[in-house]
């Protein structure tokens, strides 16, 4: 029976892809660097994919994230007179601003509110993440947030599910559903700490070996018969 439910932000209920997008393309025209095409966007989207797996890894630390996934691509294109630090400064500063809810996420969360108690945990940058939540009013609808720079360690860690675990009811792992796009965060997380996992998986990528899904959803709306299904 499931009781509680923890939801990752990022491509789960937030469109990560549209806000990053919308935001970089602002920093280009801060910047004087002209139009920021679509395939750019990409190139970036795919360099800054690579960079989070590396902290969750532990092969780099947040600050070596945030600001070499811009030091890369930048002097891929070519812009080294632009200063990636202040490149980055910007862009985190754009990102809340441009919020947008993954389909119908708002939807689901306030039906889903009535009946289950639900909890953000999230990778990022505490000051991105704080404004997003508020912006988006997820924190209104949530019963709580955990960010990773708040708890001082990073998903899929337990260090960062044992904050969560003292901080919400007291409940059996297994009656706690976390739902997330990220194999290496949310569903290694869960998998971690015993907790059922659901896996958002809108782009139908394959499963890799090692992580045990329980449910496998692309509509956010099929968390309702999954739910159903766990509850019967
Ligand atoms: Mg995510």
Redo the contacts with the bound molecule.
């Keep these: 029976m499931i009781k509680i439910i923890l939801w ?5 209920l937030l469109d ?1 892809l549209k806000s990053e997008s919308m935001a970089l393309k602002k920093v280009f025209l801060h910047f004087g660097l002209g139009e920021c095409s679509d395939s750019k966007v990409a190139e970036y989207s795919a360099i800054n994919q690579s960079y989070w797996n590396r902290l969750e890894t532990g092969e780099l630390t947040k600050e070596q994230v945030l600001i070499g996934r811009f030091e890369e691509f930048l002097s891929l294109n070519g812009y080294n007179d632009v200063d990636a630090e202040k490149f980055c400064e910007y862009f985190e500063a754009s990102l809340p601003d441009c919020v947008e809810f993954m389909g119908n996420a708002e939807r689901v969360i306030k039906t889903l509110s009535k009946t289950y108690m639900q909890y953000a945990v ?1 990778n990022g940058a505490k000051a991105v993440q704080e404004k997003k939540l508020a912006v988006s009013g997820i924190e209104k609808i949530l019963n709580g947030v955990f960010i990773s720079d708040n708890v001082g360690f990073a998903k899929p860690s337990k260090e960062f599910f044992d904050v969560v675990l003292k901080n919400i009811p007291r409940v059996n792992t297994d009656e706690i559903m976390i739902v ?3 194999l290496t ?2 569903i290694k997380g869960g998998n971690n700490m015993g907790f059922k996992t659901c896996w958002f998986n809108p782009h139908h990528l394959p499963l890799k070996y090692g992580y045990n899904v329980d449910y496998r959803i692309d509509n956010l709306d099929d968390i309702f018969d999954v739910l159903k299904n766990e509850n019967s």
């Design positions: 990752d932000i990022d491509a789960t990560f999230t997330g796009d990220s965060s949310d």
